[in-house]
């Protein structure tokens, strides 16, 4: 009976010992975790000193030379890097790196003020689509597929061409005006998926409001995709303002921003390569700032990550 006793109880002792903690725990570590890995971390660190720049750029265009983008001498016209002007000086002979780092300012507003507007309409149409059904989701679903059929580099282009003030916030709503689809499509479908939950379906039981269920069922627990493409989006946004301004159509002067010194450097920059090089540089790096950051975010609300 004791032999008996012994070899039933030695491979159920080990297996129940050997059992993993419950799966809430370790869900709520997997969350907590990832936000403090160097692939969040460091990316997050440049995106702080880009926004940074972009709220004080006098503090950092004084870092070098005056520091004023618009102290110009033609006599310094397209000079390269020197003493006190690192970046040189662009074709009216104006302090390069003053210009591009005063240039951060409306790139990254119109990044983060399209992607703002974009996930706040996103949110609005996307949960109620979702959550009434019907003929309120068929027709904000038909509206989206208008926009789906329509090239949005061409809609961008015609619309800004027909406005004669080009300003960060009139380029800002011409982008919203053709992102938001996607960024609702992205949360209707998270939130189709929340609304046939059991917690939701009790809340409409016990009597609970539309707007009551909306705020504090649907859109806590259906917000996670679309909070994981911000830092994409945004970093999107900033190179889409940047292409429609190199071609013409997007911020004009004497707004200083980087697609309007690349747009002003494409006729020079063969002779005289720095008027290109060091503004495409600040871009390139904002813009891979922000996408980093968009994917490590993506990952850490990925629940099918590791």
């Not at 399209?114 to 996930?119: E, F, H, I, N, R």
């Not at 949960?127 to 904000?140: M, P």
């Not at 059929?149 to 982008?175: E, M």
């Amino acid at each position: 009976m004791s032999g008996t006793a012994e070899i039933g109880l030695g491979p159920v002792g080990p297996a129940v010992a050997d059992t993993p903690p419950p799966a809430a725990p370790e869900g709520a570590v997997r969350r907590r975790r990832p936000l403090l890995r160097p692939t969040v971390l460091v990316p997050a660190a440049l995106v702080g000193l880009v926004l940074l720049v972009a709220a004080f750029p006098s503090l950092f265009a004084g870092l070098f030379g005056h520091g004023d983008p618009r102290a110009c001498d033609l006599a310094h016209s397209r000079q390269g890097p020197t003493s006190g002007h690192p970046f040189g000086y662009d074709i009216q002979g104006c302090d390069l790196y003053a210009n591009v780092v005063h240039g951060a300012r409306p790139s990254v507003f119109i990044g983060l003020a399209v992607t703002l507007g974009a996930v706040t309409i996103a949110v609005v149409l996307g949960c109620t689509a979702a959550y009434f059904g019907g003929v309120v989701d068929g027709v904000i679903s038909r509206t989206m597929d208008v926009f789906f059929g329509f090239p949005v580099l061409v809609g961008q282009i015609v619309i800004l061409n027909t406005i004669s003030t080009r300003n960060a916030l009139v380029v800002a709503g011409v982008l919203i005006l053709f992102v938001w689809p996607y960024t609702t499509r992205l949360m209707r479908s998270a939130a189709l998926t929340t609304v046939e939950q059991g917690y939701v379906k009790a809340a409409r039981g016990l009597g609970a409001g539309p707007w009551r269920i909306i705020t504090r069922h649907v859109l806590p627990n259906s917000a996670g995709p679309v909070a994981a493409v911000v830092g994409l989006m945004v970093g999107g946004m900033i190179t889409l303002e940047s292409a429609l301004t190199f071609l013409g159509v997007g911020l004009k002067q004497p707004t200083i921003s980087w697609g309007v010194q690349l747009n002003t450097a494409q006729s020079a920059f063969r002779a005289d390569p720095h008027l290109l090089l060091f503004p495409s540089l600040f871009l390139t790096v904002t813009v891979l700032a922000f996408v980093l950051l968009g994917d490590a975010l993506r990952d850490v609300f990925d629940p099918r990550q590791p």
